[in-house]
């Protein structure tokens, strides 16, 4: 069964962007007859709020999109661990000791010298010894995953196919100073226990993909997993709406007065080929979806 996920942080406002993003996967979801899932990604404990999970509940209900299932991440944190913990025994996680100041100083090294700015994976060289004695100073480690270094290769649903070489990328960090996890490893943790079958995006997360690949293979090998990346929301000319139509809050639109499906109807077609029209309701929607009606950008 076709199984997706909308994850949205409940750090704020769901805003015009992410409630598209929502409406792809929700009518992608409907017209396979697969399942839905709302899944908070609420690692960062500071940040998150009861407040704006409420709201995007509401905002959502508001579309006229439900959901079959839903997740926090806050409540598997036991799992996130025994996953990290299992690729630290592979070798696949190492401790890092560069506090944000070296890092940066690496990353402007290396921009001065017209070279990308990827991680040089110092912290493998370190001795056991030299590990204890930066412990004893005072560093505590973040985590980065170890990328293959390899060619990735996958058919996106949107773009066609896609190939990255993942020693273009620095490894990601996966676990801070503190403990608490970044989005990597949880949402890719939750994707294979889920059962997502399709991760339907932003065509800003396309490099991501390959990193997720990577990942969930190491996780657990053999997990398919179809990717689309869909264009992002911009004006006539190609600039980005992110402080325009696209920073608006749902909450805003409602008081403006629009009516949910005027939204949706425009969202629904908004980076595919197809013409804007009003639909008499979210059904006529459904069954008018075409996810390949959107074009790479």
């Not at 939750?190 to 390959?210: K, L, P, S």
């Amino acid at each position: 069964m076709t199984v997706v996920r909308f994850a949205p942080s409940p750090t704020g406002h769901l805003h015009v962007g992410n409630a598209r993003t929502a409406l792809i996967n929700w009518l992608f979801a409907r017209k396979q007859q697969g399942s839905f899932i709302l899944r908070f990604d609420d690692t960062d404990t500071e940040r998150s709020k009861r407040e704006f999970v409420e709201g995007i509940r509401q905002d959502l209900s508001w579309l006229g999109i439900d959901w079959d299932r839903e997740e926090s991440q806050s409540k598997r944190m036991d799992r996130y661990r025994d996953a990290a913990d299992a690729l630290k025994d592979k070798g696949l996680l190492y401790p890092c000791y560069e506090t944000p100041e070296e890092l940066e100083f690496k990353r402007k090294r290396l921009r001065a010298q017209h070279k990308p700015p990827i991680y040089d994976r110092a912290a493998l060289k370190l001795s056991s010894v030299e590990r204890s004695k930066l412990e004893d100073a005072g560093r505590k480690p973040h985590w980065r995953f170890r990328l293959a270094h390899k060619d990735v290769v996958w058919s996106d649903l949107v773009r066609g196919d896609c190939r990255y070489n993942t020693a273009n990328i620095s490894d990601p960090v996966v676990i801070r100073e503190d403990g608490t996890f970044l989005y990597l490893l949880p949402s890719v943790v939750d994707d294979i226990d889920h059962g997502v079958t399709h991760i339907i995006r932003g065509e800003d997360h396309v490099t991501n993909g390959a990193v997720q690949l990577e990942m969930m293979d190491a996780v657990l090998p053999g997990v398919l997993v179809q990717f689309a990346h869909v264009p992002l929301l911009a004006g006539a000319a190609g600039e980005g709406l992110s402080k325009r139509f696209g920073s608006l809050s749902l909450g805003e639109l409602r008081d403006k007065g629009l009516e949910p499906l005027g939204v949706t109807s425009l969202l629904a077609h908004l980076g595919s080929s197809e013409a804007i029209d009003v639909f008499s309701d979210m059904a006529a929607m459904i069954a008018d979806f075409d996810l390949s009606c959107f074009g790479r950008a």
